[in-house]
């Protein structure tokens, strides 16, 4: 009976509990509640999906990047979010999931993904705010990540989150660049891309606590460290600053310094345009989901020939193991 299978019994769950408790890791090998697995589960694949469909709304500026670095620092960041989907999976795997599996979910619909990823990229001046909004508020999110109680989601969200900081330096740079050295119409488009990333960078730190029907649990749990609602405050705190820098008008006429709260007040999220964009109905979840699955279909041949030069490699470090006797 392996891990996986393994029966509940008092002093499984005592010891599962005790690791949680004492803030130490719970690692593949060790029992964990059905519940615990199948959260994390759909987390880290929801994640790991993120990740790699978070790929297209940049690539798309890959070959009209407008000089040879931008294009550079481009494609490095979108390979950097295809290791993170890698890391993803595999840590996924080591609960028992199977990647071929997933994707079929994920490219059938039958998955979640970031809602983010299903706006689209009207300018170049989207990739600078992408890298400061939208991988600002993954850093927010993903940083207490790396205190999870699962230790090969943790593991991976440490090197992800180095690489997302780097990300969004790019993108304020960038940002900073087209703000200081940029002419009028450049600092117009990077207006006009703040005020189309800033809400639906707000939803994706998930509905208010009050409609998270997995905070709680997660949160017991050590999954989550910190709610969805703590986190997307923490990100507004963190961004005002960095607009006013910049030079830019966030959104939100509500947008006010609370003294007494020691936060930033601001205004309602339109939380019926989360549900949409969430439940496939966004202005580009049709498109995302079927150039994820045109590039599976396409990479068949990779996966094929990958399979038969392993079979063949097998047999062929198997016939020479014969030869020399071992
Ligand atoms: N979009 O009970 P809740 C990146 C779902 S990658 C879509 O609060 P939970 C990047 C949620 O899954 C960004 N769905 O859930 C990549 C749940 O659905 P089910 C991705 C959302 O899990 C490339 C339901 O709503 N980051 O940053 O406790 C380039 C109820 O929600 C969203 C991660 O995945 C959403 N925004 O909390 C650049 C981080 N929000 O499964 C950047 C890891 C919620 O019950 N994930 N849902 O049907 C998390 O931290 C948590 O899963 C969430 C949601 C905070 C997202």
Excluded at 98 to 127: C, H, M, W
């Amino acid at each position: 009976m392996t891990a996986d299978t393994e029966a509940a019994t008092p002093e499984l769950e005592e010891h599962f509990q005790r690791t949680i408790d004492r803030d130490q890791r719970i690692e593949p090998r060790d029992w964990m509640p059905e519940g615990y697995r199948k959260t994390l589960i759909r987390q880290v694949a929801q994640h790991a999906h993120s990740e790699i469909i978070g790929m297209q709304p940049e690539g798309n500026w890959i070959t009209r990047a407008p000089s040879l670095r931008r294009k550079a620092i481009l494609l490095a960041k979108v390979q950097d979010e295809a290791g993170h989907g890698l890391y993803l999976y595999s840590a996924a795997e080591t609960l028992g999931a199977d990647r071929a599996d997933l994707t079929r979910k994920l490219i059938e619909g039958r998955q979640k993904y970031s809602s983010i990823f299903n706006y689209p990229t009207l300018s170049f001046a989207d990739v600078g705010v992408i890298g400061w909004l939208v991988d600002g508020a993954a850093i927010c999110n993903q940083v207490p990540l790396c205190r999870s109680s699962y230790g090969p989601y943790a593991r991976g969200m440490v090197r992800i989150c180095k690489e997302e900081s780097f990300h969004q330096r790019q993108g304020y740079e960038l940002l900073m660049t087209m703000m200081r050295r940029g002419t009028e119409a450049q600092r117009r488009m990077v207006q006009d891309a703040t005020d189309r990333w800033w809400w639906p960078s707000l939803m994706m730190f998930g509905p208010p606590d009050h409609d998270s029907p997995n905070t709680a649990q997660s949160m017991a749990w050590k999954v989550k460290r910190h709610t969805n609602d703590e986190l997307r405050q923490r990100f507004v705190d963190m961004t005002v600053p960095q607009a006013e820098a910049l030079g830019v008008t966030l959104p939100d006429p509500e947008l006010a310094w609370n003294p007494e709260r020691g936060h930033y007040d601001f205004g309602e999220i339109d939380w019926d345009e989360f549900k949409r964009v969430v439940s496939g109905d966004g202005p580009c979840n049709a498109q995302r989901v079927a150039q994820r699955r045109r590039a599976h279909d396409d990479g068949a041949w990779v996966r094929g020939a990958a399979t038969a030069y392993a079979a063949k490699h097998s047999d062929t470090s198997h016939d020479h193991r014969g030869s020399q006797g071992l």
